[in-house]
């Protein structure tokens, strides 16, 4: 008997249907998987098998074929399992075929027949129901995932009996209810500007990387900050849209990092690996390719603390995604894209031991050494690095005042106005919602400079020495700078501003 089940399986941060074809003839016995399986798939037969004879079931004993077609896409995880265990019941007639007509099948068998949760289920919902089928059948703990989509039934199951019995019609199994979602909100973080002491001008210049979506260069003594002001940028960034909140769940979901209240991510990501981190788990791939942490940052902020300790290779794969906003993996036998638009936050100290230019403490570096040092980040890319600030030591008194700081909230109201601007500004422009993301023709529209702006800009260029891409982050910066004042056009004042903070540039750090 000939029995098709409907499946799904990732693709980078989506998923396409696969239809698992079971067929049982005579000619032979045992159970053959085609249709490119890895080897998690393939392993499935032992793992069903045990099911079967934990949930009362048996395996036929005929010849079992199963297809999982297209036979040219490579299916990889254990996510198969229960599709295929209810396909090769179906055949045998122990259930209706009928009862899986439009029903997506997804979860892994334990032995003892559990259906254990797996990853990307958000993106097979988000397929199940543009394939129009009516619901997806998965593991209890991935329901709340599965739920924020709108328009699919999500059954919940905790085994394979139980799924068993609700297809015969012997049990019910209540759909899953969209939990109540949580306020999309990024002002919600423990960390808050108010706890920063001092350090205006670093707070500044976060407060223009979050309302452009401009990448930032933080450079100063051990003890200066550096990590507190990272850490609390993700609180002054505007709250995520449900379309970003679902994009960013999915990457992750995709991961296997999900389970998140309210099945959706509410908080813009906050990613901060340590540099040892290897290039693979950085950008993403591997032998079943995964997304990297430049992707799990997306539509956040990856952190990068002590930047030259990174792997050279490791920095200079960012340059794509710091320039594309997004990551090709490509191998010999497959090649996968992921989104990586990410704010880069990095952070660095002067020299090795610490105290170039600290107003205190000397500095025991030989000039050769703070070069070398500085020459592990690459020209290319501190050119993609909009802002250099120097982050100076706090001094004691200003430790000690006891009135907080600036509240984070009210930092977050000017950069969500500036976004605000930004969005009006680029509507129609596809892909392009911040001052960072323009291109040369929307340079050219709204960065226009008058006379004395241009001359600034000009002798800037010479004197210091940069490059044709450092020209247009400035200006891109000074178009942000012009925002969050409520300024129409860029005056002179912040093109030089923008200039200022292109001062740790490698032409000019250490002369």
């Known amino acids: 008997m000939f029995v098709s089940v409907d499946a799904g399986a990732v693709v980078g941060i989506d998923a396409v249907r696969v239809t698992v074809e079971v067929n049982i003839a005579g000619g032979g016995l045992g159970m053959y998987l085609v249709g ?34 297209p036979a040219d896409l490579r299916k990889e995880g254990a996510a198969f399992d229960l599709p295929i265990a209810v396909g090769i019941l179906a055949a045998m007639g122990r259930i209706d075929a009928e009862a899986l007509d439009g029903t997506m099948f997804a979860g892994e068998l334990s032995l003892d027949g559990t259906v254990k949760p797996v990853r990307g289920v958000l993106p097979m919902a988000v397929c199940a129901r543009k394939e129009g089928l009516k619901r997806l059948v998965l593991p209890r703990e991935n329901a709340a995932e599965a ?102 769940t999915k990457i992750h979901s995709v991961a296997g990092k999900g ?59 960012l340059r794509q995604p710091l320039e594309d906003k997004r990551i090709t993996v490509s191998r010999a036998k497959y090649s996968v894209e992921y989104p990586a638009n ?24 030989s000039p050769g050494s703070v070069q070398r040092y500085m020459n592990r980040i690459s020209g290319p890319l501190m050119d993609r690095i909009d802002l250099h600030v120097e982050v100076t030591p706090v001094p004691a008194a200003a430790l000690a005042d006891a009135a907080p700081g600036e509240p984070s909230a009210a930092v977050r109201e000017r950069v969500v106005r500036a976004r605000a601007v930004q969005e009006e500004r680029f509507r129609g422009a596809a892909g392009v919602h911040t001052n960072a993301l323009m291109n040369p023709a929307l340079l050219r529209e709204h960065c226009r400079l008058d006379a004395a702006s241009a001359t ?15 020209y247009d982050r400035i200006l891109k910066v000074a178009r942000t700078i012009a925002d969050l004042a409520g300024r129409e056009r860029i005056e002179a004042a912040d093109v030089a501003e923008a200039i200022g903070y292109r001062s740790l540039d490698r032409g000019t750090w250490g002369r």
Not at 38 to 57: H, T, W
Not at 169 to 178: D, K, M, R
Not at 189 to 195: K, L, V
Not at 346 to 365: D, Q
Request: net charge negative; with cysteine.
């Open 259 to 317: 389970g998140f209240a309210g099945g959706l991510m509410t908080r813009r990501p906050f990613r901060a690996p340590h540099h040892l981190t290897s290039q693979v788990a950085v950008v993403g791939g591997g032998q079943s390719p995964r997304p990297g942490e430049v992707s799990l940052a997306h539509n956040g902020v990856l952190f990068l603390d002590e930047l030259p300790e990174f792997g050279r290779s490791v920095l200079e794969v």
């Open 36 to 69: 490119l399986p890895d080897n998690a798939v393939k392993e499935s037969e032992q793992r069903i098998r045990a099911a079967f004879e934990n949930s009362g079931e048996r395996m036929s004993g005929r010849k079992v074929v199963v297809n999982l077609a």
């Open 147 to 248: 739920a924020v989509v709108d328009g699919l039934e999500v059954v919940p199951v905790g085994s394979l009996a139980a799924t068993l019995a609700w297809l015969r019609g012997e049990a019910a199994i209540e759909p899953a209810v969209p939990a109540p979602p949580e306020p999309l909100d990024a002002a919600r973080c423990e960390e808050d500007f108010a706890d920063v002491k001092g350090q205006q001008h670093v707070k500044r210049a976060l407060e223009i990387a979050a309302a452009g979506g401009h990448n930032v260069l933080l450079i100063g003594a051990p003890g200066s900050g550096k990590t507190m002001l990272a850490r609390r940028l993700p609180s002054i960034l505007p709250p995520l849209t449900r379309e970003e909140a679902l994009e960013t």
């Open 456 to 470: 600034l800009l000009e002798r800037a260029m010479e004197r210091l020495s940069l490059s044709a891409r450092a």
């Open 342 to 365: 990410f704010m880069l936050v990095a952070a660095m100290n002067p020299c090795p031991c610490g105290y170039y230019n600290h107003p205190a403490k000397e500095c025991t570096c």
